[in-house]
């Protein structure tokens, strides 16, 4: 089971991301000014992020749940306005105060209670991203980017379930390398996972210019495939 630990220390990489690529712009130094991305072309990169999160509330917290109402709220009124960059920062704080809940024992992310991660990763992150995918006027980063949570949730799953560890930064490539030096993947399965790593890389750092929808469906493909051989793998292994 995913425990409490691991689904918070992926809650604070929301927060982290949302905040990340976002300046003050105050003109004229009178209190009056606003958010804006760093750069024009950090944009789709902040709504493929808020995309992510509001997926991650979904899951963990319900669909029903105050905490994905009042995000859809947000992300509903940042569209509509242009303010992506505020939706993105309101959001950062409604996990943060969700966080706090978890942390208080007032409340429990319904995952830990239910499905395993990589049940999650297989069929509920994957199934928003075919949502996503499905829909024309979504950016390519934003399933692909949701693609790429799915991957390092099960991989990390994983590495958690086989008690391996992980030296340096945790990461897609870090985890998919202990497993392979533990003989759960093989020399192919360990190229696909950097491929697709490395267009989860081009979405999550704003390199868009190569991402198209022709593109982010591959990734649903190619991470759907990967799950299935992982389980396998798993299960031979155990």
């Known amino acids: 089971m995913e425990s409490t630990k691991q689904i918070l220390t992926w809650a604070d990489t929301h927060v982290k991301a949302l905040n990340s690529s976002i300046n003050w712009r105050d003109p004229l130094n009178e209190d009056s000014g606003f958010w804006e991305a760093s750069n024009p072309r950090e944009t789709s990169k902040i709504r493929a992020r808020t995309n992510a999160a509001l997926a991650f509330l979904e899951r963990f917290t319900g669909s029903d749940s105050r905490w994905t109402q009042a995000a859809h709220g947000e992300f509903e009124s940042g569209w509509k306005l242009g303010v992506m960059e505020h939706c993105a920062l309101a959001i950062a704080d409604i996990i943060i105060e969700w966080i706090a809940g978890v942390d208080s024992g007032q409340v429990k992310p319904r995952i830990a209670e239910t499905l395993g991660a990589r ?4 069929t509920d992150l994957m199934e928003q991203v075919r949502v996503l995918n499905s829909d024309q006027n979504v950016t ?28 340096g930064q945790p990461s897609i490539t870090a985890y998919a390398r202990e497993l392979r030096s533990a003989d759960v993947l093989g020399k192919q399965e360990m190229k696909d996972v950097e491929q697709m790593a490395g267009v989860r890389n081009q979405a999550a750092h704003g390199e868009h210019d190569t991402l198209s929808p022709e593109r982010a469906g591959l990734m649903e493909q190619q991470v759907n495939l990967f799950l299935k051989i992982l389980e396998d793998a798993l299960e031979k292994s155990a």
Not at 119 to 122: C, D, G, L, Y
Not at 142 to 165: C, F, H
């Open 140 to 167: 390519p980063a934003a399933p692909i980017v949701l693609s790429g949570a799915a991957l390092e949730i099960a991989l990390r799953s994983a590495v958690d379930e086989l008690e391996l560890s992980v030296s």
């Open 119 to 122: 049940a999650v990763a297989s």
